[in-house]
């Protein structure tokens, strides 16, 4: 304290003395009291900073006693390195070891044992992001004189370092040419953190590529991983002098889709390219690009090499803009190179280059007014000189469907009269898919005995449908045709029945064909439930079958007893769909419960079922029945269905029902009370 502040608190301690002034007293305390105050501050201050200095110290007792650890054994070491990453992943990179395995790794770095340098490398990784502040001492690493531990740096960098990009993208990337392949494999997996911060490697990476065979799958994975910044440097490569360099260009920018717009012209200029899979990887880049690569690709129509024109077909026809590009590709088919009008063609198609969900498909089906205007068109390809040409337009017009009536003449011309078999078929389906106004050339096809596309012609028919009445008179003299009875057969049975058409089903289960006998027999089945709205289940027919079809049931009781196994199943699912009709079956049904084929036994029995009453005269066939472990519980349900005139099967089911398992006692408890109810 000064001379003249001490003589200041004197005077007014005197003052206070003589007068009394309690504030002059007051003013003295809080003085003494401050002052008590900042030296008990400077205590503590000095005791923190003590404490601090102490733990500083401990700590760095700890850091150096993990840094001997990771200087000891290779057991030793390993197990510290695995304690440190351990608490990192469970605790954080905050946790205690966390951070005191931090700075023994760092200081790890500039060891000069190898080994502590490869270990604490390649353990820094599991720090992530929070590792950032160990840049500097990675990217060091980075230029290390062992291979293993520049590796384990330039990999630990893309991991820790993607904030840092400027500092570490240029490092990695030099480390692109080192001279072991175990960096430059490290390298090409760090940029691939990176994303679309590494754009200033694609140069590299690609330069990369060339010359480094081992690791290639590594620097292609590199530049796909960039995205859509790896574009600018692609492009230059697309005119490269070597052709794989150009095709893994074009193939590096086909899965950025509309991100690689910009190199639409030189992909564009890529499909004059000399080499074929350079042509094909730039038609499929530009297809993927979209709307953005149209108008090059339809510039590009007119290139004097058909080759280019036909790459540029399947290009359109691949892209998700398609929409646009339909009447550009309707327009090829007039094209004077027969490739390309054969590719214009398959375009057009559901199938066009093999693509399920190609838009064009679905423009087919809706039956768009693009596709509709190029009608005339596709009728004019029916009479290309090219066979491919024809049966595609044809597809084409087939999915246009009734809009495509006008080619009514030109298709029916080629049913009848193309010398390719395929061009028949194709023409015969689009028929059939214009509508009852086709039937008559379809019928007309169908008399021709030497028509090769007369099985298909079948199959327009039934999808043409009842509307038009020359269908089924003339599926019905197919019926006899030993090379498509079958067909006819089975599309006789998706038309309501009438005795015509029965009647010519039940000479077809003569047939020496069994294929005939099958669908035969599957017709008269699907004519059992054609009027309902789907087919019910077994013994639970509520809905009465077409009179027409209870003339079958004598070749039907015939048929029960087939050689073939599926005539023999088919028939007696038929009778059961005819229900009390067919009681004049019960015979064959009977005999058909010990059929050696489960199918059948199990068929007869619904069919018993479902004649109901009037199978009384089966009952001890049923019973016998009760005894097979395949249908013992359809017997039961029978056995209740023919009810009241059942009642000798009452002993039996009070057997069934006192030993069966599973649902068996309570199906034999029902039957028993639906046989004991009065008549």
Wanted: a neutral charge; aromatic letters at 4%.
């Amino acid at each position: 304290m000064t001379t003249s502040r001490r003589k200041v608190l004197i005077a007014v301690a005197a003052v206070a003395l003589v007068g009394g002034n309690a504030l002059a007293w007051w003013w003295v305390g809080q003085r003494a009291e401050r002052r008590h105050r900042d030296h008990e501050a400077a205590l503590r201050q000095q005791a923190e900073q003590a404490a601090a200095h102490q733990r500083q110290i401990e700590e760095q007792r700890e850091v150096d006693f993990l840094l001997l650890a990771l200087r000891t054994s290779p057991d030793v070491r390993n197990e510290t390195a695995k304690r440190i990453a351990d608490a990192v992943q469970n605790n954080g990179p905050s946790s205690k070891m966390g951070l005191l395995g931090w700075r023994a790794l760092i200081a790890g770095l500039s060891e000069p044992n190898v080994e502590v340098r490869r270990v604490a490398a390649t353990t820094l990784r599991v720090y992530g992001k929070a590792a950032k502040d160990g840049v500097p001492d990675l990217v060091k690493a980075s230029s290390d004189a062992d291979h293993q531990v520049r590796a384990a740096a330039v990999y630990t960098l893309g991991w820790v370092g993607t904030e840092s990009a400027d500092v570490v993208v240029p490092t990695v990337t030099k480390a692109l040419r080192d001279s072991k392949a175990e960096v430059r494999e490290a390298a090409a997996e760090a940029l691939q953190q990176f994303g679309p911060d590494a754009a200033p490697a694609v140069s590299t990476l690609v330069g990369a590529w060339i010359d480094d065979e081992v690791v290639r799958h590594r620097y292609s994975s590199a530049i796909r991983s960039i995205g859509a910044g790896a574009v600018q440097g692609l492009i230059p490569f697309l005119t490269h002098r070597l052709s794989e360099v150009r095709q893994l260009a074009a193939q590096l920018l086909e899965p950025l889709g509309p991100g690689a717009k910009d190199a639409v012209p030189a992909l564009a200029k890529a499909l004059d390219d000399p080499d074929y899979g350079v042509q094909g990887s730039a038609s499929v880049a530009l297809a993927k690009i979209g709307a953005d690569a149209v108008p090059a690709l339809i510039a590009a129509l007119k290139h004097e090499k058909p080759a280019v024109r036909k790459l540029v077909i399947g290009s359109l026809s691949r892209s998700p803009a398609v929409v646009e590009a339909v009447p550009v590709i309707v327009g090829a088919l007039v094209d004077t190179d027969v490739e390309v009008r054969r590719a214009a063609a398959h375009a057009l198609t559901p199938e066009g280059s093999g693509l399920t969900h190609n838009p064009t498909m679905v423009l087919i089906q809706d039956q768009t007014k693009v596709l509709t205007d190029a009608v005339p068109a596709l009728v004019k390809a029916l009479a290309d000189p090219d066979a491919v040409v024809r049966r595609d337009a044809a597809t084409v017009l087939g999915r246009v469907g009734a809009k495509a009536e006008v080619a009514i003449p030109q298709l029916e011309k080629l049913l009848l009269t193309d010398p390719e078999a395929f061009v028949q078929e194709r023409a015969a389906k689009a028929l059939g898919s214009v509508g009852p106004v086709a039937a008559p050339a379809l019928v007309k096809a169908l008399a021709d005995p030497n028509n090769r596309a007369r099985a298909s012609v079948v199959e327009a028919l039934k999808k043409v449908g009842p509307a038009a009445k020359e269908v089924v008179p003339a599926l019905v003299k197919a019926v006899s045709d030993p090379h498509i009875g079958a067909k006819a057969a089975e599309a006789l049975g998706w038309f309501e029945p009438n005795e015509v058409s029965v009647s010519a089903l039940v000479k077809a289960l003569t047939a020496t064909d069994v294929t005939i006998r099958r669908t035969a027999a599957a017709s008269l089945y699907r004519f059992g439930w054609k009027s309902e709205s789907k087919p019910q289940p077994s013994l639970m027919r509520v809905v009465p079958p077409p009179p027409a079809l209870t003339g079958a049931v004598p070749a039907l009781t015939k048929a029960v007893t087939d050689e073939d196994v599926s005539v023999r199943r088919l028939a007696v699912c038929a009778i059961e769909n005819i229900g009390p009709g067919a009681k004049s079956a019960l015979p064959a049904l009977a005999k058909a419960v010990t059929d050696p084929d489960f199918h059948v036994r199990a068929g007869a029995l619904d069919a018993l079922g479902a004649i109901g009453a009037d199978a009384a005269a089966a009952v001890p066939d049923i019973i016998n029945a009760l005894d097979d472990p395949d249908v013992r519980e359809r017997a039961v349900i029978v056995l209740g269905r023919i009810g009241p005139w059942a009642k000798e099967a009452v002993p039996a089911l009070e057997r069934v029902r006192n030993t069966g398992g599973g649902f068996l006692p309570l199906y034999a408890t029902r039957a028993l009370e639906a046989i004991r109810k009065p008549e």
